[in-house]
Nanobody
Framework: QVQLVESGGGLVQAGGSLRLSCAASGRTFGSYPMGWFRQAPGKEREFVALITWSGRRTYYTDSVKGRFIISRDNAKNTVYLQMNNLKAEDTAVYYC????????????WGKGTLVTVSS
């Protein structure tokens, strides 16, 4: 069992930066690929970024490539999403996720943290 708690969301101006954190509980955290999804108002939840259990490989949706960086610290049971050069269209609730078959299947979800980018 893995429990995920996100933090770090808030209001930021376009062009600014935020770093989201996801603290995980559970002894198997280090074995899971971890990721971030987001859901904008009136839209479906979408994949944002993924990091393998070792941290050696990362994947991003095209719209955030070059701006967002996903990382993890398995010693701290935490995954991060550094978001730079934020745009109004990045406004969404961001969810941390864990699952062996990410991004196609998610085993565990966090409750989400709201990111609002003002233009």
């Amino acid at each position: 069992q893995v429990q995920l708690v996100e933090s770090g969301g808030g209001l930021v101006q376009a062009g600014g930066s935020l770093r989201l954190s996801c603290a995980a509980s559970g002894r198997t955290f280090g074995s899971y690929p971890m990721g971030w999804f987001r859901q904008a108002p009136g839209k479906e939840r979408e994949f944002v970024a993924l990091i393998t259990w070792s941290g050696r490989r990362t994947y991003y949706t095209d719209s955030v490539k070059g701006r967002f960086i996903i990382s993890r610290d398995n010693a701290k049971n935490t995954v991060y999403l550094q978001m730079n050069n934020l745009k109004a269209e990045d406004t969404a609730v961001y969810y941390c996720a864990a699952g062996y078959n990410m991004p196609l299947a998610v085993d565990y979800w966090g409750k989400g943290t709201l990111v609002t980018v003002s233009s």
